[in-house]
């Protein structure tokens, strides 16, 4: 925006190092992001061999019994005779072409399994974030720079909201606005059985935003240029939309990274709880089922989602600020 | 990663608001009690059925109502209070002992070390906190210990991190400086020298992350992954009641509140915590 132009000499050469100073960064970038998924894999990959005994008894069930010859089936599909570094070698690259594997239990492929539960658990996740950014927008700048008695309540709600364990939030809203005033349906994929879930999956995340964009509004209130544009006779409104806004914006992104993570989680409680189809729903039910190749499948995919975000975040943070770029 | 953002953000005027701080004092001194002798704020059984007075809501006799079965609510949520209480303890102590050994390795041991595990903290960040715990479970079984490790694996990275960092910024003082001149052993300083003045803000943060730990164990007893069905720990409880809340609005609030408060209460001290070492600069 408006920052003070510096006496710099050589004005021509700095638009080139700062363009490859990007791309760098989006190299560097890309290349951690793959390392880290390469890290997750491998981790999942130790976790399904920490299981006790053998994994063909836990792909089959405990209960049941089967023939040899099944048996000796089950460990040729999943390749489970081969030597570990072989079966690691194998699954990496299985998941480089795209292949999840089989299903146990839905008898279809992961990635058909998981291709059709991700839409209502996306929606879920984007009506919470949106309704997380407007609460906490509006509760920021309403209460920026007030007395404590006007932050104190508000400070204590925030804490609180940070500190309900979510399934029961859920739990709670549910008993009241469905059971009893009967306000929402109680299972349904219409948008007013999107609501509740909406709401609890949102609220700890507005709880943990709104302090951090107050936190930005009242740094930003303090700036010079807000001094000037009050001495311009810019009303208050035209202050805080055009000037306070875009900075209280820049540190409430970085932390929608973090929040990705926060919002998955999440996302597998409120599902279970308000019996919503979704990849959480899909997850729990592999894990008391154990369906491994599900399991596998979904952890991977939320840390391929998680790393993505981060990854978007990180290449789009120094695009809104730009004091960023070099 | 989680827990620090959840660290610096909420609630900085409750913390600094005395009332609320000592409140929270007095429920943890209640859930301490009610850990070590349940006896002493409840009698029966919490196991006691009475098949006649099944869903009661709160009165004389059930202060907190009846649950699905007949049993008493109340004394159900004071015995329950161990149970809940402790895993989530325990995952954190689990949790902060690999996250010295692991930040400690990663500080010390030289760059190679460093680099190694701070990308496999990185990859373990990477998936989600419940999704992660979800894997652990399905690797190791449900149940109280298993869900205590599972929820252990969750909070470490971050405690891994951050005894890194402050292991980092200890080792540049002056005392680290001058033992190393001294000619000390590298282990003898890292025990008695750098580890107790890096841990003060990791404990605090394992403050907060207890109360964390405990509402994600609450979640897995919820999911049906934590102990068998008579315990009586709160999210278990949640889970067993859960066809009843239409009927019995008692079941699903009374223990998911005593869960909040828990919960609540250790957020509210460990920011109050936060803040005393700059107290006692000033004096």
Redesign the interface.
Known sequence: MSAAPVAEPAVVAVPAPARTGYRRRILTRLG?AL??????V???FA??H???GSVVDAIIGNNLQVTPEIRAEVERRYGLGEPLWRQYLHQTGSLLRGDLGESYQLSMPVSQAIREQVGPTLTLMATAITLAGAVSLVLALATAGRS?WV??PF??L???????????LG??L???FS??LRWFP?IGTGPGALVLPAVTLALPVA??LT??MREGVERALEEPFVVTARARGASEWIVLSRHVLRHALIPAVT?LG?L???L???A??VE?VFSRPGLGRL??T???G?D?PV?LG??LV??LF??TVNLVVDLLYPLIDPRLRD | ??DS??R????????G?RP?VWLAFAFLALIVVASAAPGLLAHGSPDAADPLRTLQPPGAGHPLGTDQNGRDLYVRIVYGTRDSVLTGLGATVLALGAGVLVGGLSALGGRAADAVLM??V???????????A????????GGTVNSMIAIAVIAAPGYARLVRAQLLVVRRSGYAEAAVALGRPPVLIAVRHLLPNALPPVLLLATLGS?AAI?AT??LS????GPAPPAPQW?AM?QQGQEY??LA?WT??AP?AV??LT??SL??VG?YLQKLPAGRLER
């Open positions: 951690h390392i880290v998924l390469w890290g997750a491998t981790f999942t976790a399904l920490l299981i006790r404590r932050r104190g400070a204590a925030e804490a609180t909201a940070v500190s309900v364990p979510q399934f029961w739990i709670l549910l008993t009241v059971f009893g109680v709880g943990v302090p951090v932390l973090l990705a993570g926060a998955t989680g999440g597998v409680i279970q997850l729990v592999a894990v008391t154990k491994i399991v979904t952890v939320t840390a998680y790393v | 990663m989680i953002t959840f610096a953000a909420p609630g900085r005027a409750l913390a608001a609320g990308r496999a990185d990859a373990l960040l990477a998936i989600p906190g419940l999704v992660m979800l894997l652990m479970i399905t690797a190791l079984g109360g509402g609450a979640a919820y999911l049906g992954l999210g949640l809340f239409s609005w699903a609030v998911g869960l909040t919960v609540l957020t509210v920011q």
